[in-house]
């Protein structure tokens, strides 16, 4: 079961966008590598960088970290309950308020870092103690039905998504360009931006 996409069937539509952007293998290994992947892209982010956004109304780099980290939790934990048998339905979350709620750029980046390492260690070691009828099992969150692989690959594909957006909108824009130059220099930059 974890070495094949869910069927659309398993999640609701707008999750597509996430699943595709994950490849097709072993669920736990592409989690696994995808860790090692971001670690290495955000930790070569300066913490003088950590609170940049690259428009106003826009997240800074911790905030969209920090997101990540909340999704993931969100998304374990649903998997949790599902796998489990439980068939109490779940609620949505607002990540708006999540991230309104929070203090992110209070942290330093580094600590960001680390929680992220541990939440998916343990969404690691959730997923690898699963049987095949655990990753089956189907319930209800935000008012739809969602399988625990699903979950899994929403999961994956949510990271992948926004890492996307930090290299694409964050790391590309000059204003960022211009904060590397200043902590690292020209040509360390320049090698940062081939990331």
């Not at 860790?35 to 892209?41: A, D």
């Not at 930790?43 to 960088?49: D, M, N, W």
């Not at 211009?178 to 320049?190: H, I, T």
Request: hydrophobic share 35%; with cysteine.
């Amino acid at each position: 079961m974890r070495n094949n996409k869910p069927e659309e069937t398993e999640y609701a539509a707008y999750y597509g966008g996430y699943v595709s952007l994950v490849p097709e293998g072993d669920i736990l290994t592409i989690l696994s590598e995808q860790l090692n992947e971001t670690l290495s892209l955000v930790q070569a982010i300066p913490e003088t960088a950590g609170n940049f956004r690259y428009a106003p109304d826009k997240w800074s780099v911790k905030e969209l970290f920090g997101h990540i980290i909340d999704s993931e939790r969100v998304f374990a934990y649903r998997a949790l309950c599902i796998a489990r048998g439980d068939q109490t339905p779940l609620p949505g979350f607002d990540e708006k308020e999540y991230i309104r709620n929070a203090s992110f750029n209070d942290c330093s980046l580094a600590e960001l870092i680390a929680e992220f390492e541990t939440v998916r260690k343990s969404t690691l070691f959730l997923f690898k103690h699963l049987d095949e009828n655990a990753w089956q099992r189907a319930g209800t969150a935000n008012e739809n039905s969602i399988t625990v692989r699903a979950l899994a690959y929403i999961l994956a594909g949510h990271e992948r998504h926004h890492c996307n957006i930090l290299r694409d909108r964050y790391l590309q824009s000059e204003q960022f360009r211009a904060v590397m130059e200043s902590v690292y220099g020209q040509q360390r930059n320049e090698q940062y931006r081939e990331r």
